[in-house]
């Protein structure tokens, strides 16, 4: 009799046996085949993310490097009787350099920050509730008085300064500053300041700041360098909301409240700053097409001659990329896990399994090898059940897997985000008070709220199965039968007929 012929009867003959290894083998198909499906999805989404988000690199003076030259000078100084104390040190970019670099491959977009501080001349700033610095006469506005606990404000020895009320943040393009990208500040009416504002004194500031002053695009305001030698008139071009709740300082300074932001092109910070910082900004920021790509801009960016390198440095931020991708990357090592493991166990099992049929019908083959059936025809035989098993398991697995994927990978994918928010939150609360609270400038790089705050979360994962997907699966499938029937024949079938019928009770 046909050997594949026999395989079908011998299942029809032992239904039980059969269904059992069909319900086994389908287990294992559907969950190796949902996770060829979560890892596709997750390899999906995460590309996704990448191409959306990018990769924020930005060039800056190399404080580390500054602070250990001033150290060697104080040593030095030290050595020869002399005593010198370490500053610090604002070592401006120069724009040139900067464009130099914009020029290179996979940056999609830059923008260059000028920040500093200023005073408001003829309109009120947003006073903060400690802030003893404001007063009824405009031409007081930012002077005060440092006094110690119990001073007296009449004690002419007591050393005076000039405190700003406003934080100027030059940029080239406000759309693409990094409160902005981030959500924290949003253009409510005008325009926003764009690399063709470059030149032109023009101002974006915040709503509650023109609410309190009564001022709409088109007005002009002034401000003053905090010297009090530079006034720049300026046309307010857009009026922008802030989300941001700023730092605890922003209670006892001004300049530090998010509403007394104020937004312009970089060559007005600069113009207030004075004639020293004429073509430069404090630092670039470029934004990559892929954040795959972040290492290859670097490599490129190193051998542009037009940046001093032993000044300046680069610091490739993809927080928000590694944080969304974060729980991504987890469930997607995790389906890869979940894949080894019940390869490894549904062989194990079926393997166990086939072995105690296999020794349960040995007096089968020992009379099929005594009437001259070849051995190889009756491993074809055990092949033959499991493989017809294993397609109708394939089939199974190909209608059920895509729901089973869709719950457990969106199930993982919560638990992974909710432990990554819990994770972020630790670290923002172990930086104390307003430690990633604003700073001079709150539009650029390092200032403000959680930048990350307002980016959209992926909680969901476009579960597709693929063909591709269902050919590994299958090949596993296969690999599963083919190694479930031949070690435990290889052990029964090595024997000879005699053996196996003269050891039949």
């Known amino acids: 009799m046909n050997f594949i012929k026999r395989a079908l009867l011998s299942m029809k003959a032992r239904k039980g046996r059969t269904i059992l290894q069909l319900f086994i083998f389908t287990i294992v198909c559907v969950l190796i085949l949902s996770g060829f499906t979560i890892q596709s999805a997750a390899n999906k989404a995460s590309e996704l993310a990448r191409q959306e988000l990018g990769g924020d690199v930005t060039l800056s003076v190399d404080r580390e490097k500054q602070m250990e030259a001033q150290q060697k000078s104080t040593e030095s100084s030290s050595t020869s009787g002399t005593t010198e104390r370490r500053m610090f040190e604002s070592t401006p970019v120069s724009v040139a350099a900067a464009k130099k670099l914009a020029e290179l491959d996979h940056v999609s977009g830059y923008n260059l920050y000028s920040n500093t501080q200023a005073l408001a001349s003829g309109f009120e700033p947003i006073a903060s509730s400690s802030d003893t610095s404001q007063s009824d006469d405009s031409s007081t506005t930012s002077t005060t008085e440092q006094q110690g606990p119990g001073g007296d404000s009449s004690d002419s020895n007591r050393p005076q300064m000039v405190q700003a009320d406003l934080s100027v943040s030059g940029v080239l393009d406000s759309a693409t500053a990094t409160k902005f990208k981030a959500g924290t500040d949003k ?57 941001d709740s700023g730092s605890d300082a922003a209670a006892n300074f001004s300049f530090l409240n998010p509403y007394n932001t104020i937004y312009v092109p970089y060559t007005v910070a600069n113009t207030i700053k004075g004639s020293d910082s004429k073509d430069t900004v404090d630092s670039a920021i470029y934004f990559m097409d892929d954040a795959a790509n972040i290492s290859a801009f670097e490599t490129a960016a190193k051998k542009v001659t037009a940046v001093d390198w032993d000044t300046f440095k680069l610091d490739a931020n993809d927080a928000t990329y590694q944080q969304m991708i ?14 080894y493991i019940v390869s490894i166990a549904g062989a194990l099992i079926l393997g166990l399994l086939v072995m105690m049929q296999i020794r349960e019908r040995k007096y089968e083959m020992g009379v099929l090898l005594a009437i001259g059936e070849k051995r190889s025809k009756l491993v074809g035989q055990f092949l033959v059940e499991i493989l017809v098993v294993a397609i109708l398991s394939f089939g199974i697995a190909a209608v059920s897997s895509h729901y089973v994927a869709q719950v457990v990978g969106n199930q993982l994918l919560t638990q992974q985000s909710a ?10 609360n172990q930086r104390g008070p307003g430690g990633n609270g604003g700073g001079p400038g709150g539009g650029g790089p390092g200032f403000g709220s959680s930048l990350t705050a307002n980016t959209a979360e992926i909680k969901s994962l476009d579960i597709q199965v693929s063909l591709e997907d269902m050919l590994k699966m299958g090949g596993i499938g296969v690999g599963i039968a083919f190694i479930s029937v031949l070690l435990p024949s290889i052990l029964v079938l090595r024997m000879n007929p005699k053996t196996i019928l003269t050891k039949q009770e």
């Open 326 to 339: 974060g729980p991504i990357n987890n469930v997607a090592a995790f389906s890869k896990n979940v894949v």
């Open 187 to 243: 253009l409510t009416s005008g325009k926003a300041i764009t690399a063709s504002d470059v030149g032109k004194n023009v101002v974006m500031i915040e709503k509650t700041l023109a609410e309190e002053n009564d001022l709409k695009v088109g007005d002009k305001i002034k401000i003053q360098s905090s010297d009090e030698a530079t006034t720049v008139e300026l046309t307010i071009k857009g009026i922008y909301e802030s989300t």
């Open 419 to 428: 432990t990554a928010s819990e994770s972020t939150s630790s670290t923002s």
